[in-house]
């Protein structure tokens, strides 16, 4: 493969798709060319370039036809559960049950931007008391209203405690407006006192014992929800099976990051990289095409690396990014810059750890869920981030913030000051709305002086 | 040869031509920010061409930086505030190892490391907060212009407590404090240490010395003062403040291989 890999925009994609079908294109049910989305409102695909294989195509399609699948499952009668600030524990769940399809609601935080703002999604939940001051994940609650996103869901589950604030209040002005939630609690994770009993957790980090219990016993409540919804048993033998699978998902993501964060010149862009990431959390509705479409992926990605062929020059600067972005077309704009991704932490790293499989089922999920990295203290989610930057050979590190979002308000400064302490690399910290045009040239001045500062001190 | 550097700012221009053999600003000038951004810097860099006798043929090079800077078609190359700041100031003033810029629309910290080059940066927010468009509808609000607004603030005997620093809110509550009688020098002068204070926090634990101020804030009488006081340590004002960038820039573009042009 000698075809040089790049970043197109969408007009581009329109005869690059023309040339794929020529060349005898497969695609799954929910493929076609990338236009299409912007028919139905897409309009952002419009200002995003984006990576020219047919496993990104794959990609794209695959996100941008969740509502089509979740609305398919329905009519084939699935029962389907939102489960809301839960970043990969409870879609584990759900899917070891036959017939239940679990989604992300929150996902809807990025609606505004992939319509740019034309679905109202932020003027309705401004009408309903949750205005700007508010985390953009309040689309949510304007998707729920117009139900134009994704179907309105059986269940609804929501982890509740050492979690983002904003999300909670939003959650509970949904359960006014008539959505029943069955919450769970997640406590912050402390350390353990000395002498207490202790559990070393993925991603190493460690809880008191009695944490993991309590959280334990919070999911066997979700648990006998599901069950209750499916009617089936949710039993040990299930569960496994469930996270069997989430596992080759997340192994899956993992060779695909070791790669591309790694390779002398970068094999996949970041925007299509963040996209992969975020199916570890939800598996897009669908865990197995979740399967298919990273396998894909990490084809295209091997064959690139094993080409040395890149989508950006060899001098890009490695930048390691913190937080996802509101606004997709920042990921761009780093590389437009001169940079190149070359490790994340968008909040849920610890759904990219495998989920241990030599524990009881219950026990394994109950742990993964407490090594959030936002249940803990900024501290210990600085640590792992310091030590993943390091893994990843990271010369800069870029903090993006959520406007309005309570649980990155002030995080910025202890995670800037620990890079800068522990890794002496130049960190930046941006603040990205959902349309990001009208302060482009203010981030982009701080990505590329981000790319200057950390070429001139490594002296590259 | 001669280069020259070009700061398209949100404010302002300033354009800094340099004898690149030796180093030696040969002139430099600054103009009112519009809307036509390159034909307001294209103008300004003609005059100082003509004033000294040169054309445009006899530039080695340009460098544009500023946040206009990509809309500057003269320019063989732009290259961030960041960077050029840092270049000007360790041109001007070698031993600095921070530097507090306070410009029209932004506000930023750069450190140094022990060569000069820039290790590290911090920038305001999107918004005005702390910057010169921020004492710009101060003194407006007050009646005053800018440049005697320093003046003003030094007269103060008790420095008004200013809690916002957001553009809007502050005006608001300036209103409020000149309806309840507070002075008009203890407004700015509160103004003024409100930003100061605004920028040590964005500076954080440790800021090293020396400390080089530049920006167009710089220019204004007692800030220098004001942030030294909310630093707890020195700070230089730079020669020239408001043209350090651009010379950074011409800087900059004598560095470049002549070829690249």
């Known amino acids: 493969m000698n075809r040089p890999a790049r970043r197109i925009t969408l007009e581009a994609w329109g005869r690059r798709y023309d040339e794929l079908c020529a060349a005898g294109l497969c695609e799954p049910d929910y493929g076609g060319p990338l236009a299409r989305h912007v028919d139905d409102g897409d309009l952002r695909l419009c200002k995003l370039a984006m990576d020219d294989s047919a496993a990104a195509l794959r990609l794209w399609n695959f996100l941008l036809t969740e509502d089509d699948r979740l609305r398919r499952a329905r009519a084939g009668g699935a029962r389907i559960v939102g489960t809301m600030k839960d970043l990969g524990t409870v879609p584990v769940m759900a899917y070891s049950l036959d017939d239940v399809v679990a989604f992300y609601p929150d996902g809807a935080w990025w609606i505004p931007c992939v319509m740019e703002r034309t679905a109202g999604l932020l003027e309705i939940a401004d009408s309903l008391g949750i205005d700007d001051s508010f985390c953009p994940v309040r689309a949510m609650l304007g998707a729920f209203v117009n139900e134009a996103h994704f179907p309105i869901p059986d269940l609804l589950t929501c982890s509740v405690g050492a979690t983002c604030d904003d999300l909670s209040a939003i959650a509970q002005r949904l359960e006014a407006l008539g959505h029943p939630v069955v919450w769970w609690e997640i406590p912050h994770r402390r350390r353990p006192d000395a002498g207490e009993d202790a559990v070393r957790l993925p991603g190493r980090f460690v809880a008191p014992r009695r944490q993991v219990d309590f959280v334990r016993r919070q999911l066997e409540g979700v648990a006998a929800a599901l069950a209750d919804l499916a009617g089936q048993s949710l039993d040990d033998e299930r569960l496994a099976a469930g996270i069997r699978r989430a596992n080759r998902v997340r192994r899956l993501l993992d060779e695909l990051r070791q790669l591309a964060f790694t390779a002398a010149a970068c094999p996949l862009p970041a925007l299509e990289m963040l996209i992969a990431e975020m199916l570890a959390i939800h598996f897009c509705s669908d865990p197995n095409e979740s399967i298919a479409v990273l396998e894909a992926l990490l084809g295209e990605v091997r064959r690139r690396v094993a080409a040395g062929v890149g989508i950006l020059p060899a001098e890009a600067v490695r930048v390691f990014w913190v937080n996802p972005v509101a606004d997709l077309r920042v990921m761009n704009l780093l590389e437009d810059a001169g940079g190149r991704v070359c490790g994340t932490e968008y909040l849920f790293c610890h759904a990219l750890d495998p989920i241990p499989d030599d524990l009881a089922p219950m026990e394994a999920l109950a742990q993964m869920a407490l090594a959030d990295p936002m249940v803990g203290s900024p501290a210990d989610r600085a640590s792992r981030i310091c030590a993943d930057a390091r893994r990843f050979g990271a010369e800069a590190v870029v903090i993006s913030r959520i406007p309005g979002a309570s649980h990155c308000a002030m995080e910025g400064a202890v995670l800037g000051a620990a890079v800068r302490q522990r890794l002496g690399i130049p960190v930046v910290e941006i603040e990205v709305p959902p349309i990001s045009d009208a302060v482009e040239p203010a981030l982009r001045t701080r990505l590329e002086a981000l790319i200057e500062t950390a070429k001139d001190h490594g002296s590259r | ?261």
Do not use: W
């Not at chain 2, 190892?97 to 080059?117: A, M, P, T």
């Open chain 2, 1 to 261: 040869m001669i280069c020259a550097g070009i700061d398209a700012g949100s404010r302002t221009i300033k354009v800094v031509l340099l004898d690149a053999g030796n180093s030696r600003v040969l002139a430099s000038g600054i103009a009112d920010q519009g809307i036509e951004q390159n034909d307001l810097a294209l103008g300004l860099l003609g005059r100082l061409l003509d004033e000294q006798g040169l054309r445009r043929g006899d530039l080695r090079r340009v460098v544009a930086t500023g946040y206009g800077r990509k809309l500057i078609d003269a320019a063989d190359e732009r290259i961030t505030e960041i960077t050029c700041h840092g270049r000007g100031v360790r041109h001007l003033l070698p031993e600095t190892r921070s530097v507090v810029d306070i410009g029209g629309q932004d506000s930023k910290i750069l450190r140094l490391n022990g060569d000069g080059n820039v290790a590290d940066f911090v920038m305001n927010d999107r918004c005005a907060a702390g910057t010169g468009r921020f004492l710009e509808v101060v003194a407006t609000r007050l009646g005053v212009r800018l440049s005697l607004l320093g003046e003003l603030a030094s007269r103060s005997r008790r420095p008004a407590a200013i809690s916002s620093m957001c553009v809007v809110f502050a005006e608001t509550e300036i209103i409020g404090l000149l309806a309840s009688g507070t002075s008009p020098e203890d407004i700015a002068a509160g103004v003024q240490r409100a930003i100061a204070s605004r920028v040590a926090s964005m500076a954080g634990a440790s800021l090293a010395t020396p400390i080089a101020f530049t920006g167009g804030v710089a220019l204004v009488p007692g800030m220098d003062r004001a942030l030294e006081s909310a630093l707890g340590k020195p700070v230089a004002i730079a020669p020239d403040p408001q043209t350090t960038g651009a010379l950074g820039a011409a800087l900059l573009a004598a560095q470049r291989r002549p070829e690249s042009r």
